[in-house]
């Protein structure tokens, strides 16, 4: 099949996997041979409403050299058993994880691709990932793969995209392992550092002890109070309690459709210059600017609809009054492997902890053109501070065990399924290096982590990389014809807030 721009795909025959099975009740045999159960959330990343697959894009300073790549692969990459195992249902109809040998030709893949009748190689890449997009990995291999391919983009020299099967890990997992793979550019023994975050103060004596205890019980009320609220909500929602339909809600058959997938850079120095100046979190920033974005993409996309712009301001704008949107967050609450220690994994076959076990946090954004661009970054931290304080993530991840063990995966799948029906889009941030790194001595000038599969029309990504970072937006065209308005709104709405901040004097 050769497409538009001239690409040659390479397909080679699929042929039969001979696997060696030790039962060994999911004890890693580090031989190579290994048989373990695919966990409950595993397995619903399998069912046909809900088959997501997550991807790293990795933007090279250098051109990539795929013989590197194969080469290195064996001492880091396989010797995680789930990228070294097959996915095998047996004659119960249970799934499990069997190990076998890899075939790197089969992973690592490299297109033939007619360079001098390219016009445009960015959208040359973009459209290479939306092709992907179509199609599932072949579950005849272990369910991963890497597509090298060596075209000079405006932001890369090559360009590797990372395809996994969600069903291996979840994100913030995935992303650590192939942290794990790189080093630093600087200091090549050394592995990536990541921030850490700062441990409130513990000092203060007699009267802080006091006074912690005076105000203890009203804390645990609001948490109980909050936390029955945030369950309620999650209830209610998985039954009937929809968000707002707007220009952008995912039509019911979104799941099916590909994901154009686009990214935007921006400044991380000019987050934590407001983050520094508000007392806040860049988590707090990133969804701040992300609120004022959506915000300013609805009141346009409204405007079109009804064929009258009535403005852009606080006070006259084209959005309805009190829109209910919700971003879905799946947080992985089994204790992650850290870099060090799935590198270590690798190194010396250590254990460490994996797995997909995960809860739902189901965080409203606050919808409204506001005047005072820091007014977004204010509600979005009350927002996110509320939701701090309460144990939902705990709460929906019990409930969701409970629905898997009584109605069993399809229709713990489907109530699943109606969640992110019922809500807009996904939203993540995940922390990255705080120096410049390379995979198998390949320099990258950026990562921009994604997914698909879901049913949301729109999934947002954060992804920092030194003093970098990176939006990434996975959308159905159907909804978002101008996926790249939104990314320029988002990154618009930090020069705005910074702007603010400086015109304020608040920079400390």
């Known amino acids: ?4 721009e001239g690409i040659r795909w390479r397909k080679p025959a699929l042929k039969a996997i001979e696997t060696k099975v030790k039962k060994s009740k999911g004890i890693i045999d580090h031989e190579g041979e290994l048989e373990e159960p695919v966990s409950p959330a595993g397995r619903m990343f399998h069912e046909p409403n809900f088959n997501v697959h997550v991807i790293a894009i990795m933007g090279s300073k250098y051109k990539i050299q795929p013989d590197v790549a194969k080469a290195n692969a064996p001492k880091t990459l396989l010797k995680h058993p789930r990228f070294s195992s097959l996915l095998v249902v047996d004659d119960e109809g249970k799934m499990k994880w069997v190990r076998t040998e890899v075939d790197l030709d089969k992973h690592v893949i490299v ?19 939306y092709n992907l997009t179509k199609t599932s ?85 609001g948490l109980f109070w909050n936390t029955m609220v945030d369950v309620f909500m999650f209830m209610a929602t998985s039954l009937f309690l929809k968000d707002t339909a707007t220009p952008i809600t995912a039509p019911p058959d979104s799941v099916r459709n590909p994901r154009r997938i686009v990214h935007k850079t921006v400044s991380l120095d000019d987050m934590k210059l407001v983050k520094n100046a508000m007392n806040m979190t860049i988590n707090d920033v990133a969804v701040g600017i992300t609120q004022a974005g959506l915000s300013k993409y609805l009141n346009r996309r ?94 929906t991840s019990a409930i969701a065990n409970l629905l898997l063990r009584v109605l069993g995966i399809k229709r713990a799948s489907a109530q699943s399924h109606r969640i992110f029906s019922n809500t807009t889009f996904v939203f993540s941030n995940l922390t990255g ?76």
């Not at 090298?148 to 913030?172: P, Q, Y």
């Not at 850290?338 to 797995?355: F, Y």
């Not at 014809?481 to 015109?503: M, N």
């Open 1 to 4: 099949m050769e497409s538009e």
């Open 302 to 395: 409204y405007g079109e609809k009804n064929n009258n712009d009535k403005g852009a301001t606080e006070s006259k704008n084209n959005l309805p009054k009190n829109i209910r949107l919700r971003s879905v967050l799946l947080i992985n609450i089994r204790p992650s492997a850290g870099i060090q220690e799935l590198a270590d994994m690798m190194e010396k076959n250590a254990e460490a902890k994996w797995g997909n076990w995960v809860g739902y946090i189901l965080l409203p954004f606050d919808i409204g053109l506001r005047d005072d661009p820091l007014e977004y970054i204010r509600r979005a931290k009350n927002t996110i501070d509320r939701k701090k304080h309460s144990l939902e993530v705990l709460a």
């Open 111 to 129: 297109p033939d691709i007619d360079i001098p009748n390219i016009e445009s190689p960015d959208k040359f890449v973009e459209d290479y990932i």
């Open 433 to 508: 290096p705080l120096e410049e790194i390379g995979i198998y001595g390949h320099e990258l000038e950026y990562l921009a982590p994604t997914s698909y599969g879901q049913p949301h029309a729109l999934m947002i990504n954060f992804q920092s990389y030194v003093n970098r970072m990176t939006i990434v937006l996975s959308v159905d065209e159907r909804v978002y014809p101008d996926p790249y308005k939104l990314c320029d709104d988002i990154a618009e709405s930090l020069k705005q807030v910074k702007d603010a901040i400086i015109e304020k004097g608040l920079v400390k």
């Open 137 to 221: 990995l072949d579950k005849s291999k272990p369910l991963w793969e890497i597509h090298i391919l060596n075209l000079k983009t405006s932001d890369a020299e090559g360009v590797g995209i990372f395809r996994i099967h969600h069903s291996l890990g979840d994100g913030t997992s995935l992303m650590s392992l192939l942290l794990a793979c790189t080093r630093q550019v600087a200091n090549p023994d050394a592995l990536p550092t990541l921030p850490k975050h700062k441990k409130k103060d513990e000092k203060g004596g007699f009267i802080r002890s006091f006074s912690q205890c005076f105000f203890g019980v009203w804390w645990l009320l």
